[in-house]
C-alpha cells in the first residue's frame, strides 16, 4: 500500500490556480429536462502542456464530493494535494510531463461552478431549490463547452472513478467523437436500485435538518450540517468494506479502556464516522448533495432502449480501459462486467480487471501501485497508438487559455 | 481454471507451440486469444505481423504483464462461454496448451468456431510413447509431455492424446484443416505415428460445412 505515502513535493504538479469560464450568457444552456440555465460557470484546472497539435489533452472526471483540485497545491502552506495527485503529475500515471490534463468540477457542485448555492441572476439570490435538476448528460455537455473554449477538438482520453466514470461513459456513449478513449473506474452503466436507496437515505437525512428548510439557508446563520454529515457517513460505509472496516477498527474503543454504557461516541468507527462527517460540512454544500446525487439516480445508459450495447453502437471505434474491485459493493464487479459485454458485443476494444483489494469502492484512489502500472501502460499505448507527440519544451507558447501564467508551476 | 499452465519462457523466445501457431496466423488477421497468459503470443503477432489482437485471461497479474505490453485483454474464465462475442468476429482464436484444464472442451470449441473464421488449439500428447511407456513400466499416471504437473494440482487436467482429439472433433463436426507436431522443443514433420512420437499437437480447426480444402486429417496412429 501506498496510499499513506505522502506526496513528495518533487513529484508534483506544484502550485496550480482553478480557473473559470463561463458560457450561456445569452443562448441559454438547456437542460436534459427542458429547463435552462444561464448563465454556467465551470470551475477547472490544468496541469501540463497542450501540445502543437491539441492531441495530448486528458480530461479527468471526479466524483460525488470531488473538485477540479485532483492535483498539486492552491498554496505552498497547503496541507494535502488534489484529490488525485498519486495519479497526477510528472512521471506519475496521468503523466503531466506528456499529456495536458484538465480537470473540471461538475455542474451542481459547490467548488466554483454553477450550482444551488450560486446566485440566481432573476431573483439576485442564490437559487436553492430553484436551481434546475442536472444530469450526468448534462454535466458532460458543459465540459464539451470546456473543450471548446479550450479549443481541444478531440480529448486523447476521459477517465474517472465511481460517479466520474459515470461521466466518462456518458462521454463515450454521447459523444464519441470528442474522444479516443475512456477510462472508467469502479463504477456502472446504470444506477442500481440499491445505490439510489443509498442516495434517498442521504437525501432523507439532509431534508430532516430543520436548518435546510426548504434549501433555503444561505442567507441564514445555521445550515443543515446535522444533515449533511449523516448523509456523509452514511456514503463513507459505502465507500468502505466490511474487511477493511475490521482491519482500520475493529471493536476498538476510542480513548478508553471500557465500554461506559452510555450514548457518547465510544467505538473508533463512530468516531471515525463522526469525524468525517463533521469534516464534509466544511467543504460541501447540502443542497448540492441533493442535486449531485439526483443525477446520478437518473444516470442510465440503456434507458433509451433497454440495451446497453445499443448505448455504444457509435462508440465501437473508442478503446476502453474498465476496471473494478472485487470488495466494492457499492458499485459492484457485475456492473463493470456488463459494461464490459456490451462493450465486447459492439466490437469495441476494451481491456477489463477486476483487481483484487480489500478497501471496497474506495480502492479506485488507494491502490495507488496496481492503478499506476495499468493507467500508465494503457495510456503509453495510446499515445504510441495515436501518435501523440510530446509539448513543446516551453509552456508558455502553446498554453490554451489567454491566462499569461503557465499552466504549471514547479515548486 | 484457464490461465495458462506453462511458465513463460524468456521474453525473447517464444515457447515452440506458440511459434508454429505464429507462423500459422498470416499478417494482419484479426485473433482473439484464449487465455492469453502473460501475452507473449499476441505481442509477437502484433510486432511481428500487424495483427489485431486480443485477450482473455484470469490471472490479474498476467494481466497487468499484458497491459503493460501494450495489449487488449480482458479479464474472463473461458468456462463461462464467449457469449458478448458476435459470431465471426475474428478471423483466428487461439487456445494454446489449455484444453486439458477445461470442465467442457466441446462447448469452448463450438464457441471458438462461432466467434472466429478457424480455430488454433495447442495441447500435450498423452498418447506419446514415453507416456506409455511410464503407465506400463511403472503403473504411475504420466505426466503429459510438456506440462509438468502432477495429476493432483490445481487446475486438474484430463490426459487425451491426439487420436482422441482427432475423433472428438469428428464427433463435434469440426474440421482439422492443418496440423502440426512438436516433439519436444523441435517440430516433426511426421504423418503416420504423430501420436506415437509428438509430445505437443497444433491444429487448426474450422467448421466441417466451411468450403475449404481439407489438408488432411490426422487418423489414428
Given at each position: 500500500m501506498?496510499?499513506?505515502?505522502?506526496t513528495?513535493?518533487?513529484?508534483?504538479?506544484?502550485?496550480?490556480?482553478?480557473k473559470?469560464?463561463t458560457?450561456?450568457?445569452?443562448e441559454?444552456?438547456?437542460l436534459?429536462?427542458?429547463?435552462?440555465l444561464?448563465?454556467?460557470?465551470?470551475?477547472?484546472?490544468?496541469?501540463?502542456?497542450?501540445?502543437r497539435?491539441?492531441?495530448?489533452a486528458?480530461?479527468?472526471?471526479?466524483?460525488?464530493?470531488?473538485?477540479?483540485?485532483?492535483?498539486?497545491f492552491h498554496t505552498?502552506?497547503?496541507p494535502?494535494?488534489?484529490?488525485?495527485?498519486?495519479?497526477?503529475?510528472?512521471?506519475k500515471?496521468?503523466?503531466?510531463?506528456?499529456f495536458?490534463?484538465i480537470?473540471?468540477?461538475?455542474?451542481?457542485?459547490?467548488?466554483?461552478?454553477?450550482?444551488?448555492?450560486?446566485v440566481?441572476?432573476?431573483?439576485?439570490?442564490?437559487?436553492?431549490?430553484?436551481?434546475?435538476?442536472?444530469?450526468?448528460g448534462?454535466?458532460?455537455r458543459?465540459?464539451v463547452?470546456?473543450?471548446d473554449?479550450?479549443?481541444?477538438?478531440?480529448?486523447?482520453?476521459?477517465?474517472?472513478?465511481?460517479?466520474?466514470?459515470?461521466?466518462?461513459?456518458?462521454?463515450?456513449?454521447h459523444?464519441?467523437?470528442?474522444?479516443?478513449?475512456?477510462?472508467p473506474?469502479a463504477?456502472?452503466?446504470?444506477?442500481?436500485?440499491?445505490?439510489?436507496?443509498?442516495?434517498?437515505?442521504?437525501?432523507?437525512?439532509?431534508?430532516?435538518?430543520p436548518?435546510w428548510?426548504?434549501g433555503?439557508?444561505?442567507?441564514?446563520?445555521?445550515?443543515?450540517?446535522?444533515?449533511?454529515?449523516v448523509?456523509?457517513?452514511?456514503?463513507h460505509?459505502?465507500?468502505?468494506s466490511?474487511?477493511s472496516?475490521?482491519?482500520k477498527?475493529g471493536?476498538?474503543?476510542k480513548d478508553?479502556?471500557?465500554?461506559?454504557y452510555?450514548?457518547?461516541?465510544?467505538?473508533e468507527?463512530?468516531?471515525?464516522?463522526?469525524?468525517?462527517?463533521?469534516?464534509?460540512?466544511?467543504r460541501?454544500?447540502?443542497?448540492?448533495y441533493?442535486?449531485?446525487?439526483?443525477?446520478?439516480?437518473?444516470?442510465?445508459?440503456?434507458?433509451?432502449?433497454?440495451?446497453?450495447?445499443a448505448?455504444?453502437a457509435?462508440?465501437?471505434?473508442?478503446k476502453?480501459?474498465?476496471v473494478?474491485?472485487?470488495?466494492?459493493?457499492?458499485?459492484p464487479s457485475?456492473?463493470?462486467?456488463?459494461?464490459?459485454?456490451?462493450?465486447?458485443?459492439?466490437?469495441?476494444?476494451v481491456t477489463?480487471?477486476?483487481?483484487?483489494?480489500?478497501?471496497?469502492?474506495?480502492?479506485?484512489?488507494?491502490?495507488?501501485?496496481?492503478?499506476?502500472?495499468l493507467?500508465?501502460?494503457?495510456?503509453?499505448?495510446?499515445?504510441?497508438?495515436?501518435?501523440?507527440?510530446?509539448?513543446?519544451p516551453?509552456?508558455?507558447?502553446t498554453?490554451?487559455?489567454?491566462?499569461?501564467?503557465?499552466?504549471?508551476?514547479?515548486? | 481454471?484457464?490461465?495458462r499452465?506453462?511458465?513463460?519462457?524468456?521474453?525473447?523466445s517464444?515457447?515452440?507451440?506458440?511459434?508454429?501457431?505464429?507462423?500459422?496466423i498470416?499478417?494482419?488477421?484479426?485473433?482473439l486469444?484464449?487465455?492469453?497468459?502473460?501475452?507473449a503470443?499476441?505481442?509477437?503477432?502484433v510486432?511481428?505481423?500487424?495483427?489485431?489482437?486480443?485477450?482473455?485471461?484470469?490471472d490479474?497479474?498476467?494481466?497487468?504483464?499484458?497491459?503493460?505490453?501494450?495489449?487488449?485483454?480482458?479479464?474472463?474464465?473461458?468456462?463461462?462461454?464467449?457469449?458478448?462475442?458476435?459470431?465471426?468476429?475474428?478471423d483466428y482464436v487461439?487456445l494454446?496448451?489449455?484444453?486439458?484444464?477445461?470442465?467442457?472442451?466441446?462447448?469452448?470449441?463450438?464457441?471458438?468456431l462461432?466467434?472466429?473464421?478457424?480455430g488454433?488449439v495447442?495441447?500435450?500428447?498423452?498418447?506419446?510413447?514415453?507416456?506409455?511407456?511410464e503407465?506400463?513400466?511403472t503403473?504411475q499416471v504420466?505426466?503429459?509431455?510438456?506440462?509438468?504437473?502432477?495429476?493432483?494440482?490445481?487446475?486438474?487436467?484430463?490426459?487425451?492424446?491426439?487420436?482422441d482429439?482427432?475423433?472428438?472433433?469428428?464427433?463435434?463436426?469440426?474440421?482439422?484443416?492443418?496440423q502440426?507436431?512438436?516433439?519436444?522443443?523441435r517440430?516433426?514433420?511426421v504423418?503416420?505415428?504423430?501420436?506415437?512420437?509428438?509430445t505437443?499437437?497444433?491444429f487448426v480447426l474450422?467448421t466441417?460445412?466451411?468450403?475449404?480444402?481439407?489438408?488432411g486429417?490426422?487418423?489414428?496412429g
Amino acid at each position: 500500500m501506498t496510499a499513506t505515502t505522502p506526496t513528495s513535493p518533487s513529484h508534483s504538479v506544484g502550485l496550480v490556480e482553478t480557473k473559470h469560464f463561463t458560457f450561456a450568457q445569452e443562448e441559454p444552456f438547456r437542460l436534459e429536462s427542458g429547463a435552462t440555465l444561464s448563465p454556467v460557470t465551470l470551475a477547472y484546472e490544468t496541469y501540463g502542456v497542450l501540445n502543437r497539435d491539441r492531441s495530448n489533452a486528458i480530461l479527468i472526471l471526479h466524483a460525488l464530493s470531488g473538485s477540479q483540485h485532483a492535483a498539486g497545491f492552491h498554496t505552498p502552506q497547503d496541507p494535502k494535494p488534489g484529490w488525485w495527485d498519486e495519479c497526477i503529475g510528472p512521471g506519475k500515471a496521468f503523466d503531466t510531463d506528456r499529456f495536458f490534463v484538465i480537470c473540471s468540477n461538475v455542474l451542481g457542485s459547490c467548488y466554483g461552478s454553477t450550482g444551488p448555492a450560486s446566485v440566481d441572476p432573476s431573483t439576485g439570490k442564490p437559487y436553492g431549490l430553484r436551481f434546475p435538476v442536472v444530469t450526468i448528460g448534462d454535466m458532460v455537455r458543459a465540459q464539451v463547452r470546456l473543450l471548446d473554449h479550450l479549443g481541444i477538438q478531440q480529448l486523447l482520453c476521459v477517465a474517472g472513478g465511481s460517479m466520474g466514470g459515470m461521466q466518462a461513459l456518458e462521454w463515450a456513449a454521447h459523444h464519441p467523437d470528442r474522444l479516443k478513449a475512456a477510462i472508467p473506474l469502479a463504477t456502472t452503466a446504470r444506477h442500481s436500485p440499491m445505490q439510489i436507496a443509498f442516495s434517498e437515505v442521504g437525501r432523507q437525512a439532509i431534508y430532516a435538518d430543520p436548518a435546510w428548510n426548504q434549501g433555503d439557508y444561505y442567507d441564514r446563520p445555521s445550515k443543515p450540517d446535522a444533515g449533511l454529515a449523516v448523509a456523509r457517513m452514511v456514503g463513507h460505509i459505502t465507500y468502505l468494506s466490511e474487511e477493511s472496516m475490521h482491519r482500520k477498527f475493529g471493536r476498538r474503543l476510542k480513548d478508553r479502556e471500557r465500554y461506559g454504557y452510555e450514548f457518547q461516541t465510544e467505538f473508533e468507527v463512530e468516531s471515525y464516522l463522526k469525524y468525517n462527517g463533521n469534516n464534509f460540512t466544511r467543504r460541501f454544500d447540502a443542497n448540492s448533495y441533493l442535486y449531485i446525487t439526483k443525477a446520478m439516480d437518473y444516470f442510465d445508459l440503456s434507458a433509451p432502449t433497454g440495451s446497453l450495447p445499443a448505448a455504444f453502437a457509435n462508440s465501437a471505434h473508442l478503446k476502453y480501459l474498465v476496471v473494478s474491485f472485487d470488495s466494492d459493493w457499492l458499485y459492484p464487479s457485475y456492473h463493470s462486467k456488463e459494461l464490459v459485454s456490451a462493450l465486447t458485443a459492439v466490437g469495441a476494444d476494451v481491456t477489463y480487471l477486476d483487481i483484487e483489494s480489500s478497501w471496497g469502492h474506495d480502492a479506485f484512489l488507494l491502490e495507488v501501485e496496481t492503478m499506476t502500472d495499468l493507467l500508465g501502460s494503457f495510456l503509453d499505448r495510446l499515445a504510441r497508438e495515436e501518435g501523440v507527440a510530446p509539448p513543446e519544451p516551453s509552456p508558455a507558447a502553446t498554453t490554451p487559455d489567454a491566462s499569461p501564467r503557465p499552466a504549471q508551476v514547479r515548486l | 481454471m484457464t490461465q495458462r499452465p506453462l511458465p513463460p519462457g524468456p521474453q525473447s523466445s517464444l515457447r515452440p507451440d506458440l511459434q508454429i501457431i505464429a507462423g500459422l496466423i498470416p499478417p494482419e488477421a484479426t485473433v482473439l486469444d484464449l487465455g492469453c497468459g502473460d501475452g507473449a503470443l499476441l505481442a509477437h503477432l502484433v510486432a511481428h505481423k500487424q495483427v489485431k489482437g486480443r485477450g482473455i485471461e484470469l490471472d490479474e497479474a498476467n494481466i497487468l504483464t499484458c497491459v503493460r505490453r501494450g495489449l487488449s485483454v480482458r479479464q474472463g474464465n473461458l468456462e463461462e462461454g464467449l457469449a458478448d462475442y458476435p459470431d465471426g468476429s475474428f478471423d483466428y482464436v487461439v487456445l494454446s496448451q489449455t484444453l486439458p484444464f477445461l470442465d467442457d472442451p466441446a462447448m469452448i470449441l463450438r464457441e471458438m468456431l462461432r466467434v472466429g473464421r478457424q480455430g488454433v488449439v495447442s495441447f500435450p500428447n498423452w498418447g506419446y510413447w514415453r507416456c506409455r511407456l511410464e503407465l506400463l513400466l511403472t503403473g504411475q499416471v504420466p505426466k503429459a509431455p510438456d506440462l509438468p504437473q502432477e495429476w493432483y494440482q490445481v487446475p486438474r487436467w484430463q490426459a487425451f492424446s491426439i487420436t482422441d482429439f482427432a475423433h472428438f472433433c469428428q464427433g463435434l463436426g469440426i474440421r482439422i484443416r492443418e496440423q502440426a507436431y512438436l516433439a519436444g522443443e523441435r517440430r516433426i514433420h511426421v504423418r503416420k505415428i504423430k501420436n506415437l512420437l509428438a509430445t505437443t499437437a497444433v491444429f487448426v480447426l474450422e467448421t466441417a460445412g466451411s468450403q475449404r480444402q481439407q489438408r488432411g486429417a490426422p487418423g489414428p496412429g
